[in-house]
T-cell receptor, first 111, second 117 residues
């Protein structure tokens, strides 16, 4: 059974600071997703990471994937209040297209 | 624009009512769709995999007679919560993978907030 663990689960940070969210998973996979969820809303796709060593950046967010370590990171650079949300990683099994989600990281960026 | 359309966005109804939620893929065909349930402050939990032209596959602990899934066409899956009770109140989200060479984005609907009184 595929297990996905995120840490931290709660993150409170000041504007301008940097931080990293970690996503570990238990079995082989070569496709990992990062999503953002605002309160009361559905998921917004941030990144799809398809291969070992993949790195993608969009604005203040950068995601990477190490399939050998079964680890993905979401790095936040110079955080701003607008980044406050819950962030989920999700791992796709090698067979089929079902996703297993991490517990989510609730990020609060304080002025 | 949205590539997966989910309706309704919000339902409030009395206990014992059956509620149907629709999930449509726009501009692409989806032979598979997924239904998730999310309780407050929790992650998404997969309920079932909807398969076009065949029976849905339910996750362990999900009652198939309670949550009826129909995937009658390549662009539409429906989830019916039968005889809903307050404990069924939750946020229900569907998703559909879009098959593309070298990539497979998973598109999510806007979700349906179900409140059973």
């Amino acid at each position: 059974e595929l297990k996905v663990e995120q840490n931290p689960l709660f993150l409170s940070m000041q504007e301008g600071k940097n931080y990293t969210i970690y996503c570990n998973y238990s079995t082989t996979s070569d496709r990992l997703y990062w999503y953002r969820q605002d309160p009361g809303k559905s998921l917004e796709s941030l990144f799809v990471l398809l291969s070992n060593g993949a790195v993608k950046q969009e604005g203040r967010l950068m995601a990477s994937l190490d399939t050998k370590a079964r680890l993905s990171t979401l790095h936040i650079t110079a955080a701003v209040h607008d980044l406050s949300a819950t962030y989920f990683c999700a791992v796709q099994e090698t067979s089929g297209s079902r996703l297993t989600f991490g517990e989510g990281t609730q990020l609060t960026v304080n002025p | 624009g949205a590539v997966v359309s989910q309706h309704p966005s919000r339902v409030i109804c009395k206990s014992g009512t059956s509620v149907k939620i629709e999930c449509r893929s726009l501009d692409f065909q989806a032979t598979t769709m997924f239904w998730y349930r999310q309780f407050p402050k929790q992650s998404l939990m997969l309920m079932a995999t909807s398969n076009e032209g065949s029976k849905a596959t339910y996750e362990q602990g999900v009652e198939k007679d309670k949550f009826l899934i129909n995937h009658a066409s390549l662009t539409l899956s429906t989830l019916t919560v039968t005889s809903a009770h307050p404990e069924d109140s939750s946020f229900y989200i569907c998703s559909a993978p879009e098959w593309r060479e070298g990539n497979q984005p998973q598109h999510f609907g806007d979700g349906t907030r179900l409140s059973i009184l």
